[in-house]
């Protein structure tokens, strides 16, 4: 079944989340690499096909095939991931299980003690945004560029 196209249908909804996405990959400290690896963790986590694929294909231009694919289990390779990966992967899992895990206090310290204020801050907004993403490119089954 084809479903809506919200861009198209909702063009200032498009244009201010696109925005948000502007200020985390033009006027954030947070290195592009590591925006990548959280847009396509937190996709991951939300089962969103065409971020995956997006973020996939974004990542294998600068990072190995074999740790791309070992994202789902970071927390067991820890050889594979830097400490500054492995925090923000830890709050990106939070921040988008936060119905579940109320964003701790023991999180929030161990995000905290890996990132300056602002940069907390701005990877947290990243998160929010590939959250809200998410919630937009699954239910509307926005199309994937993998062929089989």
């Known amino acids: 079944m084809t479903r809506l196209n919200w861009q198209e249908l909702a063009p200032d909804g498009a244009k201010a989340l696109f925005g948000i996405h502007h200020y985390i990959t033009s006027k954030t400290n947070l290195p592009e690499e590591l925006v990548h690896l ?4 937190v996709s991951q986590i939300n089962g969103c096909a065409h971020c995956i694929d997006k973020h996939s294909r974004d990542l294998r231009k600068t990072m190995s095939i074999e740790k791309i694919a070992l994202l789902p289990v970071w927390d067991e390779v820890h050889h594979l991931f830097s400490e500054e990966e492995r925090a923000a992967l830890a709050w990106a899992e939070e921040v988008t299980n936060v119905s579940e ?3 701790s206090d023991e999180a929030y310290a161990a995000a905290s003690a890996h990132f300056a204020p602002k940069d907390l801050v701005d990877l947290t907004i990243t998160i929010a945004a590939m959250n809200a993403f998410n919630r937009l490119g699954a ?3 926005l199309p994937v ?3 089989s």
């Open 101 to 103: 895990t109320h964003a």
């Open 145 to 147: 560029e993998a062929k």
């Open 139 to 141: 239910p509307f089954r």
């Open 38 to 41: 959280v847009f396509l963790r």
